[in-house]
C-alpha cells in the first residue's frame, strides 16, 4: 500500500529557531503533497497544498513567510518553521495524493510534534 | 465555520455491537466523502470513502451512508472490536479540488 514518512517524528526547539520537517512518499510518486495542523482535541486544520515544482498555495490565515513549504521533488515535501514560537506548538501531518489499486485518496503521515520552549 | 461536523466528541460501544459515528456539512458542493481512523500520535489511516453518486458503500465491517438532502453522513462497524478504539475524522471534498475538510473527529471507545 501506499506509504508516507515523516521526519522527525518529535522535536523540541528554543523560540525563535527555525524547523525542518520532512514529507516522504516512499512508495509512489506524489505531484501533491498536503500539510496539516492538528491541535488537541481540534481538527485536522489544512496548512497548505504543496505541488512539485510550483509555489505552494497557502489557506487563508496562514502565514506563507512562516511556514516555507518548498516540495522539490515527487516524492519529498519539506515545511520549515520559521522563527518558532511557543503557539506554535502543534503536531503537524503531511499528506499525499497517490493511488493504491483502484483508489486514489490521500495517504497520511505519522506526524511530527513539535513543542517550542 | 465548521463546514464539516462531527457532534459527538465520544461515544462508547460494546464488543460485537455495531458503531455509529455520524457527519454532518454544510457545504452542497461536496462530492466526495472520506472517514480516517486516528491513534494518538500517529496520522490517520484511511478507512472508506463514498462519492455522492451512491448512498451506500461496504468494506469488511465498514459501512458508509450517505444522504445527501439531509448533508449527513454515518460510519457503521459491526462488529465492533477493542482494536477499532481510535479517534474517527469524517472528510469532504469538492469537484476538482483534492483539498479535504475535517470533522472535528469522534473518540470511539468499544469496551471488551
Known amino acids: 500500500g501506499a506509504v508516507v514518512s515523516q521526519h522527525p517524528s518529535r522535536v523540541i526547539c528554543k523560540s525563535g529557531t527555525s524547523v525542518k520537517i520532512e514529507c516522504r512518499s516512499l512508495?509512489?510518486?506524489?505531484?501533491?503533497m498536503f500539510w496539516y495542523r492538528q491541535f488537541p482535541k481540534q481538527s485536522l486544520m489544512l496548512m497548505a497544498t504543496?505541488?512539485?515544482?510550483?509555489?505552494?498555495?497557502?489557506e487563508q490565515g496562514v502565514e506563507k513567510d512562516k511556514f516555507l513549504i518548498n516540495h522539490a521533488s515527487l516524492t519529498l515535501s519539506t515545511l520549515t518553521v520559521t522563527s518558532a514560537h511557543p503557539e506554535d506548538s502543534s503536531f503537524y501531518i503531511c499528506?499525499?495524493?497517490?493511488?493504491?489499486?483502484?483508489?486514489?485518496?490521500?495517504?497520511f503521515g505519522p506526524g511530527t510534534r513539535l513543542l517550542v520552549l | 465555520d465548521q463546514q464539516v461536523k462531527q457532534n459527538s466528541p465520544s461515544l462508547s460501544v460494546q464488543e460485537g455491537r455495531i458503531s455509529i459515528l455520524n457527519c454532518d456539512y454544510t457545504n452542497s458542493m461536496f462530492d466526495y466523502f472520506l472517514w480516517y481512523k486516528k491513534y494518538p500520535a500517529e496520522g490517520p489511516t484511511f478507512l472508506i470513502s463514498?462519492?455522492?453518486?451512491?448512498d451506500k458503500n461496504e468494506d469488511g465491517r465498514f459501512t458508509v451512508f450517505l444522504n445527501k438532502s439531509a448533508k449527513h453522513l454515518s460510519l457503521h462497524i459491526v462488529p465492533s472490536q477493542p482494536g477499532d478504539s481510535a479517534v474517527y475524522f469524517c472528510a469532504a471534498g469538492a469537484p476538482g479540488t483534492y483539498k479535504y475538510i475535517f470533522g472535528t473527529g469522534t473518540r470511539l471507545k468499544v469496551l471488551a
Open positions: 499528506s499525499a495524493r497517490g493511488r493504491a489499486g483502484a483508489q486514489e485518496t490521500q495517504y
Open positions: 463514498i462519492s455522492s453518486i451512491k
Open positions: 512508495d509512489f510518486q506524489a505531484t501533491t
Open positions: 504543496s505541488n512539485e515544482g510550483s509555489k505552494a498555495t497557502y
